[in-house]
């Protein structure tokens, strides 16, 4: 039997989520406090972030007065939180993805990107950080009174999980690879539900998808004579040039085709000549001998 704590909770989350156009849920999964705090601060006025136990949220969801709320309860998972916000579902991501910041790895982590320790003093005296450096297989020397990096080297690519010696070692650097927002999985709103993998997408990746749409749509329009107001100086161009094309093979004056034609003409001219070969000419002599009457005459 659920708890009268449980009810006024399962209550007010209800009323809360009623009041917003948008509301999304959250994975806390791995969130550091500290950038939480940071992230509510910089939210403040904007959206309302709330943590709610599993079972409050999932019938939240499903009592809801919202349209396709229920559809939002294959998205709790990990450690889940309700992010709601009067701001639209796209403005909402934007707005998110400027708040992240760098964070230090953990054991487990996995590599964002190619992690590269530069070559160069480090803030580490010597002493036994040396032999962490070679235990990585960094190669470090003693430079003054610190520990440099002999050449640039590769310690994680794309995709590798951070070992707790190579974890230790970043932050001994003060190097921070990975990136802290929310995580949110999914926002409702109107009674469509937008995934992380569409709400975060670069809004350069949307206005190349837009432009990218309408020239194909334009080529297509053209390629089956679909006359619109875009399409049509495309089309009355391509019209243009197969007749022309039509009345040069056809051989028809136009004044269009009237140069072309007549270079086709000599160009014919001149190829046939070179079939046909000239008579030989007969030496001189040979000329004056046919010309001579025989002997005898015709009165002989």
């Not at 999964?29 to 006025?45: C, F, T």
């Not at 403005?91 to 992690?115: F, T, V």
């Not at 010696?165 to 990975?178: C, V």
């Amino acid at each position: 039997m659920a708890s009268e704590k449980n009810k006024r909770m399962l209550k007010e989350v209800k009323a809360q989520m009623e009041s917003y156009s948008v509301v999304g849920i959250i994975d806390m999964h791995k969130m550091p406090g500290r950038q939480l705090h940071q992230i509510r601060n910089k939210l403040r006025g904007q959206a309302v972030i709330r943590m709610v136990r599993k079972s409050v949220l999932r019938l939240a969801l499903e009592q809801a007065k919202l349209p396709n709320a229920a559809g939002l309860v294959g998205s709790i998972r990990g450690e889940p939180a309700l992010i709601m916000s009067s701001l639209g579902p796209f403005k909402l991501a934007r707005m998110i993805e400027q708040y992240k910041s760098p964070a230090k790895a953990k054991e487990g982590d996995i590599a964002p990107y190619e992690i590269v320790i530069k070559e160069g003093p480090t803030p580490l005296p010597p002493g036994p950080a040396i032999g962490d450096f070679q235990k990585l297989k960094i190669p470090a020397m003693v430079q003054g009174d610190k520990i440099a990096v002999r050449k640039d080297t590769v310690v994680a690519k794309l995709g590798d999980v951070i070992s707790r010696d190579l974890a230790g070692m970043l932050a001994k650097l003060g190097i921070e690879p990975m990136e802290v927002r929310l995580n949110v999985v999914a926002a409702l709103e109107n009674g469509t539900i937008y995934g992380s993998e569409v709400l975060f997408v670069p809004m350069e990746e949307y206005v190349s998808r837009v432009r990218s749409a309408a020239s194909s749509a334009l080529n297509l329009a053209v390629y089956v004579n679909y006359c619109t107001g875009e399409a049509m100086p495309f089309i009355i161009s391509k019209a243009w040039r197969e007749a022309r094309a039509v009345a040069k093979a056809a051989n028809v004056i136009t004044p269009d085709t009237l140069g072309d034609v007549l270079a086709k003409a000599s160009a014919e001219a001149d190829a046939v000549g070179k079939l046909i070969k000239p008579a030989e000419e007969k030496p001189l002599e040979e000329k004056k001998e046919e010309g001579k009457q025989p002997e005898g005459g015709a009165g002989g």
